[in-house]
């Protein structure tokens, strides 16, 4: 344990997704960071294979947000977010909407704020079941979502969701369904790039509207690239045909872009990667670096258009937070963009890939690695799990890391990686070094 955890009183902070008793016996404690490295209450520098928790893609301590920050709080700290504006909200949007997920001619460029993503996930289903009843589709209320998605915790995002441990405590909403996974190991191991079988996954859309009609079911939202499940990429030509069924039986299509978005896969958003336009867009993390939290849901001017109706003294939509556009957030989400602009963070992966491909897939025969999944700068490494018990070799390898100066994520025996966006090419050789290193220890 460090010195200073040592001193600290742990009991009173209860952690999210934390196992709290295991990790206060053995705190890891971050004190800085800079660029690509976290420093502990140690002292020792960490390097940041997971930019945080997917959000800080422009790598850490940006003197730009802290400064765009501190200047809105002291000119404004907080303004009513309801019959009420600040310049910074609309600045915002209107600089997202510039960006959109497919370009301009996607109109996916009006914007509702959240805090998390979590919440942008929530806004954009009761979204979806507006506009249902809106264009006078008021019997459309299914959700449906897919096996091994995440999309946050709200009871929306819950009952979407295909997480088992996320779900079994709780009640969900009536009416959600789910699609099947699309992990396919007997076809698709060690493919590079989008595994190529599998597209026929989404007619699993087909079977749900024959088996509930296509007039009980609001919308579908997947993650273009699950990333909380363990990296799963989309066979090639899934989520268009997806796309297709979805258009077809009037049911709207949601991407949850929460750790795709701004630059992940070498273009701003999946969107953009795959070619392939939804209705509605959720996003967060990368939105602010992760330096204040928001999220924010783009919305398809058809979709915000066929709600903007009734007088129009009326509030339109009954929905919305108090932190909506927060001033401080939008200011660090303004200062952000700028930064990706200047530096080109929002397509730099697309150059990188090529080379993260190369190092990550050269872990292929290092021992327990029983598959590696990359696409821009995302890199699932699956283990094999210990006979008996699942999960170990994963957390031990993660904590292996990390004492070895390597910040990664696991779920379950799965290593997702997912660097901040400024990485250099000797920071992948140490990731990938340090991973086989602490592959070798294992048992
Ligand atoms: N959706 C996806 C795809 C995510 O990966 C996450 C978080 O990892 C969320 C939603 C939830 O975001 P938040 O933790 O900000 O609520």
């Keep these: 344990m460090s010195a200073a955890a040592n001193t600290q009183n742990l009991d009173h902070y209860w952690m999210p997704f934390t196992a709290n008793r295991q990790f206060k016996k053995a705190p890891r404690i971050l004190e800085s960071a800079q660029g690509m490295y976290y420093r502990d209450a140690d002292g020792n520098q960490i390097l940041d294979g997971a930019a945080g928790l997917w959000c800080v893609n422009a790598g850490h301590g940006r003197?730009?947000?802290?400064?765009?920050?501190?200047?809105?709080?002291?000119?404004?700290?907080?303004?009513?977010?309801?019959?009420?504006?600040?310049?910074?909200?609309?600045?915002?949007?209107e600089r997202l909407a510039a960006i959109a997920p497919g370009g301009a001619k996607a109109q996916l460029d009006r914007l509702f704020f959240t805090n998390s993503g979590s919440e942008a996930v929530d806004t954009a289903l009761k979204i979806a079941l507006a506009y249902q009843r809106a264009i006078g589709q008021g019997t459309r209320t299914r959700l449906i979502g897919r096996e091994r998605g995440y999309h946050g915790v709200g009871f929306g995002g819950i009952s979407v969701g295909g997480l088992v441990n996320n779900r079994r405590m709780f009640p969900l909403l009536p009416g959600a369904e789910h699609l099947r996974h699309t992990h396919d190991p007997s076809r698709n191991l060690f493919s590079h790039g989008l595994p190529e079988h599998g597209a026929e996954l989404a007619d699993d859309l087909e079977r749900l509207v024959a088996l509930h009609g296509a007039e009980t079911i609001a919308a579908v939202i997947v993650e273009p690239v699950a990333g909380s499940t363990g990296v799963l990429l989309p066979p090639k030509g899934y989520l268009e045909r997806l796309q297709t069924i979805a258009k077809k039986h009037g049911i709207l299509l949601i991407f949850d872009e929460v750790i795709t978005g701004f630059g992940r896969l070498g273009t701003p958003f999946a969107v953009d990667y795959f070619g392939v336009v939804p209705d509605l867009v959720t996003a967060a993390k990368g939105l602010t670096n992760g330096a204040i939290p928001m999220g924010a849901v783009f919305v398809s001017r058809a979709v915000h258009d066929a709600l903007m109706q009734g007088p129009p003294d009326q509030i339109e939509f009954f929905h919305g937070y108090t932190y909506s556009g927060h001033p401080a957030a939008c200011a660090a989400g303004l200062a952000t963009l700028d930064i990706y602009k200047q530096e080109n963070l929002l397509t730099r992966g697309a150059k990188l890939a090529?080379?993260?491909?190369?190092?990550?897939?050269?872990?292929?025969?290092?021992?327990?690695?029983?598959?590696?999944?990359?696409?821009?700068?995302?890199?699932?490494?699956?283990?094999?799990?210990?006979?008996?018990?699942?999960?170990?070799?994963?957390?031990?390898?993660?904590?292996?890391?990390?004492?070895?100066?390597?910040?990664?994520?696991?779920?379950?025996?799965?290593?997702?990686?997912?660097?901040?966006?400024?990485?250099?090419?000797?920071?992948?050789?140490?990731?990938?070094?340090?991973?086989?290193?602490?592959?070798?220890?294992?048992?």
């Design 63 to 93: 003197p730009e947000i802290t400064q765009a920050v501190a200047r809105q709080l002291e000119r404004l700290d907080y303004s009513p977010a309801f019959q009420m504006g600040h310049t910074g909200a609309f600045e915002f949007a």
């Design 354 to 443: 090529p080379e993260w491909e190369a190092l990550m897939h050269g872990l292929k025969g290092q021992p327990h690695v029983a598959d590696v999944r990359t696409l821009g700068l995302v890199a699932g490494i699956e283990l094999s799990p210990r006979p008996g018990a699942p999960g170990a070799r994963g957390y031990e390898t993660y904590l292996k890391c990390f004492h070895d100066g390597l910040l990664i994520r696991v779920t379950g025996d799965i290593i997702a990686l997912s660097p901040p966006l400024i990485l250099e090419k000797d920071h992948m050789e140490i990731m990938a070094a340090k991973l086989a290193n602490a592959f070798r220890q294992i048992a």
